[in-house]
């Protein structure tokens, strides 16, 4: 930073464009328009019951899942907002079965964007942080009208991602490949500001974040790696650790990005037709690149997320991310049962 007051997300977007080769115009409008989609769902959150805007929609989304109000009011403010800036070749949302086109009336772009709109709405009728996750990527060459299997791209092909926290404060993170930025929104002024340049996850942690009720359900490595993480100081990694769990997948990376930390979605018996609970494509990408962009690791268990090559765009997956050597610790643990078993 040139002063020691924050910039606005515009004016940093604005610098990058200038000083490195990865961003251009329509990028940067791209992530703007993203970013003023948030702070609208922002107010909505922020209003809650005044706003009419808790409970259920009395709508089931391509998961099964009940629909909240907010799922839905956030699905249309980011569809709205990014239907006519003539940067995008279409969307694709956890919300709808498939992708939405950009109308007709509108020019199109080169890049596809994924997202989901209100991550951990179980969350928002206890006023608890929830948040959107985003993921940005090019559209295959000479594709006009993508269809699903044209977002079906790895992980290391996405050229952005970013998530907002709605929390006590409104917060945006954001990675174009070259590290991960925090962004305050500014109420009064109505912009994001750059809060944390280039932040880094501490390589090792104490603490880890996983859903215990499901620990009966877990495979063999799982229950032994949490088992020795619960054995503390007098087990085999010597120390005491800490469990924290907001079950909003933005607020426990958020935790992590700031603090350190592992976050553990593994597969589990519960449903074994499922391969996990989240979203490849829309909370599983873009949390692995951010995450690795500040310095830390993300894996199935056994594999590198953003290498996975898609299979359909609602795909789910297993998840550990976060510190380096403790992902790195927990992925031994599932690679070495394999290798014994093979
Ligand atoms: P919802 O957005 O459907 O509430 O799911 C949130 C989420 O996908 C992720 O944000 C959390 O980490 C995880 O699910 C919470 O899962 P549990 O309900 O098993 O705690």
């Known amino acids: 930073m040139s002063s020691s007051r924050p910039i606005s997300l515009m004016r940093f977007l604005i610098e990058e464009q200038r000083a490195h080769q990865h961003i251009n115009a329509d990028l940067r409008l791209l992530i703007e328009v993203v970013a003023r989609a948030c702070k609208t769902i922002a107010i909505a959150v922020g209003k809650g019951d ?8 009395g709508s089931g989304n391509v998961q099964g899942e009940a629909q909240q109000k907010l799922d839905v009011l956030s699905n249309e403010i980011l569809l709205e907002a990014n239907a006519w800036g003539g940067h995008l070749a279409g ?4 919300e709808m079965d498939d992708p939405h086109p950009i109308p007709d009336v509108y020019p199109k772009g080169n890049y596809l964007l994924l997202f989901d709109p209100l991550d951990g709405s179980s969350n928002i009728d206890v006023n608890i ?3 959107t996750i985003f993921s940005v990527l090019r559209c295959p060459d000479g594709v006009t009208e993508p269809r699903a299997e ?15 926290v709605y929390g006590p404060s409104t917060l945006l993170v954001l990675t174009l490949g070259h590290g991960t930025h925090v962004f305050t929104l500014d109420r009064e002024l109505g912009s994001f500001m750059l809060t944390r340049r280039d932040l880094q996850i501490p390589a090792q942690t104490r603490e880890f974040a996983v859903n215990m009720s499901n620990q009966r359900h877990w495979e063999e490595p799982m229950q032994r790696y949490v088992g020795d993480l619960l054995a503390g100081k007098e087990g085999p990694r010597g120390k ?3 469990m924290r769990w907001v079950a909003s997948m933005v607020a426990d990376v958020h935790r992590i990005l700031t603090r350190g930390g592992i976050f553990l979605y593994p597969w589990d018996r519960k449903d074994p037709g499922k391969p996990g609970k989240l979203r490849l494509m829309y909370e599983a990408n873009p949390m692995a690149f951010i995450v ?12 590198r997320i953003l290498e996975l090559a898609p299979t359909a ?3 789910r997956v297993p ?6 050597d403790e992902v790195d610790a927990a992925t031994r643990y599932h690679r070495e049962h394999d290798a014994a078993g093979a």
Do not use: I, K
């Not at 969307?91 to 956890?94: G, I, R």
């Not at 044209?150 to 907002?164: D, L």
């Open 91 to 94: 969307c694709a949302s956890e």
């Open 292 to 303: 690795e962009q500040a310095g830390g690791r993300a894996t199935t268990g056994r594999e």
């Open 240 to 242: 005491d650790y800490n």
């Open 129 to 131: 942080s929830v948040g």
């Open 313 to 315: 765009l609602h795909q």
């Open 50 to 57: 005044l706003g009419g805007v808790l409970g259920e929609a």
């Open 150 to 164: 044209h977002y079906c791209q790895p992980g290391t092909a996405q050229v952005a991602a970013g998530y907002a």
């Open 319 to 324: 998840v550990f991310l976060g510190s380096r």
